[in-house]
């Protein structure tokens, strides 16, 4: 396969011309040298195309862009432009998610460990729901809204019980995980909360994991939900709202095949055509992940015995995915050279396991070229850290040949904010 028929299949805005890799328009060798590195590439229409197939395929769903996955305010102001709402796990994400320009009452909140700050703070601003995830929650919860004076709507966030097939530190809609209420438990539940003086019961949460590729779960978890509904509307709890979470993988391997919003929705509406419910989903990584790159400059290279490394000037403090999870990201040089080597290509952290790619074969790279990191866009910059004092990436949004820095670099200062010996 040419190497442009492969990098169309994680973006068609990804693309060699006279041997440069461009992403969105723009010209990446001259961009790190303009912007430094490491620095995160956000394609604008990447993102854009991604959230119009799924309100494409699902015509009327509230499409909650899942802000963890990448939350850059110049990112969720695309998804708000687009019209998404929000999903969101913490008091933080809230406040981005609004800063970002998604209205508040577009977002949903949910998460195993809300705090009454961030409950408090959910509720003064009038989200669209709450995801709620244990009793005592709702207990709580029905508490802070009524000395507010208010009522807080909630979805039950229900666990399936449904294995997800996925990375089991990403599984979480089986039995034996942390999140949700057993759905056997949930219809007492909801009886018993639709009673209480300050909440009022508007939806069914569920999210059973994220990375599928294969769509039988989904069906296997929506179906449930759906009896549920109709068991609560036999029991003259009327719910209104649906929320299948997120989920849908992406490529990261070059031979993965990746389902579409428009496969799940064939799966997904039929179970649901007869309910009087809006659909929520709540993608993010399918959103962004393959709308971001991390460039990378080489620093130095190394022989040692019959292995060759490249050391880059990315780490797993701005890449974590590899180290935690033994993730795959495809990379590939930033200039194309008919000469090859087969590498480890690593960062300057130091631990063994930092390692972004092994046993690689690429573009021969001399000290000082740049690689690209591809499907970086979700769980990237999120998760890193000032791990080995290194303050973190830049990111910037491109479109249509043009870019603009959404978070410049930090520097040392910035990570020693209000620290004292
Ligand atoms: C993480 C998360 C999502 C998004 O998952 P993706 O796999 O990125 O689509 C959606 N809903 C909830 C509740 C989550 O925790």
Redesign the pocket.
């Given at each position: 396969m040419g190497s442009n028929e492969l990098l169309k299949e994680y973006s068609p805005y990804l693309e060699y011309k006279d041997g440069v890799l461009y992403f969105d328009g723009v010209n990446l060798q001259e961009l790190a040298k303009e912007l430094g590195t490491p620095l995160y590439v956000y394609s604008a229409n990447h993102i854009r195309d991604q959230i119009r197939a799924y309100k494409e395929a699902f015509k009327d769903a509230l499409i909650?862009y899942?802000v963890?996955?990448n939350f850059n305010l110049g990112v969720i102001n695309i998804a708000a432009q687009e019209g998404c709402g929000a999903?969101t796990?913490s008091g933080g994400e809230i406040y981005r998610a609004i800063k970002g320009g998604i209205p508040a009452d577009k977002i949903?909140y949910?998460?195993v460990g809300k705090t009454d700050e961030e409950l408090r703070y959910a509720l003064e601003q009038d989200i669209l729901m709450f995801?709620a995830e244990s009793e005592m929650e709702i207990e709580v919860l029905n508490e802070l809204a009524g000395s507010m004076g208010k009522k807080a709507r909630i979805a039950i966030?229900v666990n399936p019980d449904v294995d997800p097939k996925t990375h089991p530190k990403?599984a979480?809609g089986m039995k034996k995980s942390k999140?949700g209420i057993d759905i056997k438990k949930a219809f007492e539940v909801y009886k018993w909360a639709a009673k209480l003086p300050n909440i009022e019961v508007v939806g069914i949460?569920c999210?059973i994991?994220?990375?599928?590729l294969d769509l039988s779960p989904f069906e296997e978890a929506v179906q449930k939900v759906a009896d549920l509904y109709q068991k609560l509307k036999k029991e003259g709890i009327n719910i209104k709202y649906l929320?299948i979470?997120?989920?849908?993988?992406i490529k990261y391997k070059p031979e993965d095949k990746v389902p579409t919003p428009k496969d799940l929705a064939d799966i997904v509406l039929p179970i649901v055509k007869d309910l009087d419910v809006q659909l929520i989903l709540?993608?993010?990584?399918?959103?962004?992940?393959n709308g971001g790159i991390l460039i990378t400059q080489v620093q130095f290279l190394k022989d040692k015995d019959d292995k060759k490394f490249v050391i880059v000037d990315a780490g797993f403090n701005d890449l974590l995915r590899p180290a935690m999870y033994g993730s795959y990201h495809h990379i590939v040089a930033v200039k194309e050279n008919p000469e090859k080597i087969t590498c480890d290509i690593v960062g300057p952290i130091c631990e063994t396991g930092d390692i972004l790619g092994e046993n690689r074969t690429i573009c021969k790279v001399n000290r000082k070229d740049y690689l690209a990191i591809l499907s970086a866009g979700?769980?990237g910059f999120v998760m890193s850290s000032h791990y080995n004092m290194r303050p973190r990436a830049a990111e910037v949004i491109v479109e249509n040949g043009s870019y603009k820095v959404t978070r410049p670099r930090e520097d040392w200062d910035y990570i020693l904010w209000k620290e004292t010996v």
């Open positions: 909650a899942a963890k996955a999903d796990v949903v949910a998460g995801n966030r990403i979480t999140f949460h999210h994991g994220s990375q599928l929320d979470g997120g989920g849908l993988g709540e993608p993010g990584r399918s959103i962004a992940g979700a769980y």
